[in-house]
């Protein structure tokens, strides 16, 4: 009996261990079927996922408010990651004011179209970048103010449109102008006389601005000069010279008017340049004596000169006298007119009247000179001939004196 009972045990735990075989077999097969599903599973949503990745990175991404001020620029940022399985369609931006939307731009593959017409002119989409549908609106208006919509279509691979849409609030504000500042030209505060100079008045705030210049303190007796924020001097003068300031303005809500520190602008005077004159320098000096009179003196290279002039003076002078000298030396006996009266008058008067008569003298001696130099008596010859010529001046004299009688 015992040895049935041992064998009975044995064969209840050979077939136990065959059924819990059979279960772990079960059991494994179904965690690999199930496997098999979840497989097929992520194959059958594989294209879904990758669909949702691709609209992920076609996100719209931008600012959900702007503050721009009034006529200044402000950019609405909307921009996406472009990817080659979406292609781009139309980009629209709208304009949400009190409940009434607007299509103000819009851009399709006939090109871009500006609906609104108080916009044209004014807005612009850049063109430079993929992925940036970003609006530009210029010269702000109070009225630009809203609710501003970026919708982006894309087409898909398989032909079917996505769509995205991003809202960007504006806010349009007045921004009260600055103090202004007052800035020189090239040449400064300081000026000479005669230049070209200006003064600039510049400040902050939405424009437009306006600008005045004063010529005096702020608060005292000014003068209003200009309506311009440059200042112009065209040519200085003298009575330009004073303090300056300047005023500015805009339409903001507190209208209120800013007012610049009062500069000083100089006009100096033009100065001759000290330059050293030489000696030589053709100008006079007054030099005033110990008597009180006043006498000039002449430039040193005038008093070279006249001396200079003196000296060859001299030189010329005794030149031509030596010269004249040699002449006589060379050519002692040289007569040039023989004889040229051989006869010379002598006068007697009588009666009354005193009428003279004329009675031609013979003459002293007969013409012995010849055109060549006597070498025999040569100082007697010459004694001779100045006697001669003492008779000839005396008788020609007498003649001059009393003159013809009838």
């Given at each position: 009996?015992?040895?049935?009972?041992?064998?009975k045990?044995?064969?209840?735990d050979?077939?136990?261990?065959?059924?819990?075989?059979?279960?772990?077999?079960?059991?494994?097969?179904?965690?690999?079927?199930?496997?098999?599903?979840?497989?097929?599973?992520?194959?059958l949503?594989?294209?879904?996922?990758?669909?949702?990745?691709?609209?992920?990175?076609?996100?719209?991404?931008?600012?959900?408010?702007?503050?721009?001020?009034?006529?200044?620029?402000?950019t609405?940022?909307?921009?996406?990651r472009?990817?080659?399985d979406?292609?781009?369609?139309?980009?629209?931006w709208?304009l949400?004011?009190?409940?009434?939307?607007?299509t103000?731009?819009?851009?399709?593959?006939?090109?871009?179209?500006?609906?609104?017409?108080?916009?044209?002119?004014r807005?612009?989409?850049?063109?430079?970048?993929?992925?940036?549908?970003?609006?530009?609106?210029?010269?702000?208006?109070v009225?630009?103010?809203?609710?501003?919509?970026?919708?982006?279509t894309?087409?898909?691979?398989?032909?079917?449109?996505?769509?995205?849409?991003?809202?960007?609030t504006?806010?349009v504000?007045?921004?009260?102008?600055?103090?202004?500042?007052?800035?020189?030209?090239?040449?400064?505060?300081?000026?000479?006389?005669?230049?070209?100079?200006?003064l600039?008045?510049?400040?902050?705030?939405?424009?437009?601005?306006?600008?005045?210049?004063?010529?005096?303190?702020?608060?005292?007796?000014?003068?209003?000069?200009?309506?311009?924020?440059?200042?112009?001097?065209?040519?200085?003068?003298?009575?330009?010279t004073?303090?300056?300031?300047?005023?500015?303005?805009?339409?903001?809500?507190?209208?209120?008017?800013?007012?610049?520190?009062?500069?000083?602008?100089?006009?100096?005077?033009?100065?001759?340049?000290?330059?050293?004159?030489?000696?030589?320098?053709?100008?006079?000096?007054?030099?005033?004596?110990?008597?009180?009179?006043?006498?000039?003196?002449?430039?040193?290279?005038?008093?070279?000169?006249?001396?200079?002039?003196?000296v060859?003076?001299?030189?010329?002078?005794i030149?031509?006298?030596?010269?004249?000298?040699?002449?006589?030396?060379?050519n002692?006996?040289?007569?040039?007119?023989?004889?040229?009266?051989?006869?010379?008058?002598?006068?007697?008067?009588s009666?009354?009247?005193?009428?003279?008569t004329?009675?031609?003298?013979?003459s002293?001696?007969?013409n012995?000179?010849?055109?060549?130099?006597?070498?025999?008596?040569?100082?007697?010859?010459?004694?001779?001939?100045?006697?001669?010529?003492?008779?000839?001046?005396?008788?020609?004299?007498?003649?001059?004196?009393?003159?013809?009688?009838?």
């Amino acid at each position: 009996m015992r040895l049935h009972f041992i064998s009975k045990s044995a064969l209840n735990d050979n077939e136990l261990g065959k059924q819990d075989k059979g279960e772990m077999l079960k059991t494994a097969l179904k965690a690999l079927f199930g496997l098999t599903d979840i497989l097929s599973s992520v194959l059958l949503f594989l294209p879904l996922i990758s669909y949702s990745l691709s609209t992920a990175i076609l996100e719209l991404t931008g600012t959900h408010n702007i503050e721009g001020t009034w006529k200044s620029s402000v950019t609405l940022p909307c921009v996406y990651r472009p990817s080659q399985d979406f292609v781009q369609q139309t980009v629209i931006w709208t304009l949400d004011r009190d409940q009434s939307p607007a299509t103000v731009f819009r851009r399709d593959s006939s090109g871009n179209h500006i609906l609104l017409s108080q916009y044209r002119g004014r807005v612009s989409m850049p063109n430079s970048t993929p992925g940036d549908v970003s609006l530009e609106i210029e010269k702000l208006e109070v009225t630009d103010s809203g609710h501003y919509t970026c919708k982006v279509t894309w087409r898909t691979q398989n032909k079917s449109l996505l769509t995205r849409e991003r809202t960007t609030t504006v806010n349009v504000v007045k921004v009260a102008v600055t103090k202004p500042i007052i800035r020189p030209g090239n040449l400064g505060f300081t000026v000479p006389k005669g230049a070209r100079t200006s003064l600039t008045c510049s400040a902050n705030g939405s424009p437009p601005i306006t600008y005045r210049w004063f010529k005096g303190e702020p608060g005292g007796n000014a003068v209003r000069v200009s309506s311009h924020a440059i200042l112009m001097f065209d040519s200085l003068r003298t009575s330009d010279t004073g303090k300056y300031y300047c005023e500015a303005e805009n339409r903001a809500r507190s209208q209120v008017i800013r007012q610049s520190d009062a500069v000083q602008l100089t006009v100096r005077a033009l100065t001759k340049p000290a330059t050293t004159v030489p000696c030589s320098e053709t100008k006079a000096h007054t030099i005033v004596s110990e008597g009180g009179y006043q006498r000039t003196s002449l430039p040193l290279y005038l008093i070279i000169l006249i001396v200079v002039l003196c000296v060859a003076m001299v030189f010329v002078v005794i030149a031509v006298v030596l010269c004249r000298r040699k002449t006589e030396k060379d050519n002692p006996n040289e007569v040039t007119d023989h004889n040229s009266m051989n006869l010379t008058r002598g006068e007697t008067c009588s009666g009354v009247n005193v009428k003279c008569t004329y009675e031609e003298a013979k003459s002293r001696g007969e013409n012995n000179y010849t055109s060549q130099p006597v070498k025999e008596n040569e100082y007697e010859t010459i004694g001779t001939m100045k006697n001669d010529y003492a008779t000839l001046v005396k008788a020609t004299a007498s003649e001059y004196e009393l003159g013809d009688v009838p």
